[in-house]
């Protein structure tokens, strides 16, 4: 005899998924693949400023917006939320009818994964709303599909990504990284970013294919301070020799203005500063939370940026928070 309900509950309804932005502490770039990627290592670290994305069954797919930046980020089917979740849906044969809400705290186009967030926060909470029953792996699948940073969001924490960045180790850290995010006007494309880059290596004569550009590596030195918990020993990995970001030249490149950004920061008291990625966002690793007010204030006071935000790393990956 069948039982009168069905052995799991349903999920209450909404499902809110929280997703937290991240910073990669170290991002190098190899060559430029025949498939238009570039090999990484890159040492991803998720941090407390968060993306809220909720789903809620509807006859169609929407998606929705809130937050001081919702007029930057596309309210249709090229959301990388809505992309996330057709793929959900595609592979277990379900009409993707959803409403997806996303509460946007993450600073659009930044270097800090946004998008990226909102699509593994999809992903999970369609995958609770629906009851798919996909395996971590499969949705790890589809993270990929949507993007290179996309996994990563799902997992958080700490992780290295080799290939184009989705295939991800898990790195160890030994305590909290206190950080102050200096929020900029207007974005950066990461595409356009990755094309100077390659640009840059091509006008400085070593070429940019893979055959110029040596494989990329993450450095030991840089994990052993993720591991000890050792902000001074991070801030000097991050202080090295060509720096942790080979995405920075190309970025700095693009938007000059970051230079006034990043001494504003180091003359406020970081022990570090780099941007975030792709940028504009530039990161700036502090001792502890005292310093990262100070630091704060310190950008805000310059004119520099257009925000300040301290935050902490690791954080958690995406989680349901309603259940
Ligand atoms: C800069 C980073 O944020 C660092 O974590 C990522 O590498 C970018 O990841 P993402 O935004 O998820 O990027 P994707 O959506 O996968 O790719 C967008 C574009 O960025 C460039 N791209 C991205 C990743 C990669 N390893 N090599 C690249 O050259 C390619 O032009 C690609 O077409
Ligand atoms: N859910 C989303 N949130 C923000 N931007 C989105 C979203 N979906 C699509 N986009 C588009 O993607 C572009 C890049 O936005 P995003 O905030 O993901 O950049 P990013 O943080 O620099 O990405 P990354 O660090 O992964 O390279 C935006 O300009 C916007 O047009």
Known sequence: MSPAYPAYPAPPVPVTVRVPAKVNVQLAVGGLRPDGYH??????????????????????????????????????????????????????????????????????????????????GAVLACDALWGTGASRDELLEICAEVGSDVPFSLVGGAALGRGRGELLTPVETGGTFHWVFAVADGGLSTPAVYRECDRLREAAGTGSGVADVPAPDPSAELLDALRNGDPRALAAALNSDGGANDLQPAAVSLRPSLEAVLRAGTEAGALAGIVSGSGPTTAFLTEDGAAARKVADGLRASGTCRAARVATGPADGARVITR
């Open 39 to 120: 090999d990484l290592a890159n040492v991803f670290l998720a941090v407390s400023l968060h993306d809220d994305v909720t789903a809620t069954p509807a006859d169609t797919l929407r998606i929705t917006v809130e937050g001081p930046d919702a007029g930057r980020v596309p309210q249709d089917r090229t959301n990388l939320a809505a992309r996330a979740a057709e793929l959900l849906a595609a592979r277990h044969g379900i009409e993707p009818h959803v409403h997806l809400h996303i509460a946007k705290d993450i600073p659009v186009a930044g270097g800090m994964a946004g998008g990226s967030a909102d699509a593994a």
